[in-house]
């Protein structure tokens, strides 16, 4: 890994170097992946309804569930304190944006 020199002194406007583990990575990866499938997938379906799909067409939108959980599955790992992800998903709060 490259060492970063900077000449600031200021912690506010760099308070410091910090990587993503490569999980990180794969799940934004992955996340990315299924979002353009859904869309190319879903742009195809309005441009041509009625033209015959092939297997591997029809068969394509089962994929997504599936890569979603490898992603949520590598994000799952790089979390510190693993057993509080059934608390994570079963809290609901009406003015969380995140748990919307």
Known sequence: ???LHSTRHNP???PGLHAW??????Y???GGLVAGLMMLLGAYRLWKPT???SRSLELLPWLAPVL???GMGCLWLDLANRLNVFRFYTTWRFLSPMSW
């Open 28 to 30: 934004l990866f992955l």
């Open 51 to 53: 033209r015959a799909r």
């Open 12 to 14: 506010a406007v760099d």
């Open 1 to 3: 890994m490259t060492e």
């Open 68 to 70: 979603l959980t490898l």
């Open 21 to 26: 583990h490569g999980e990180i990575a794969i």
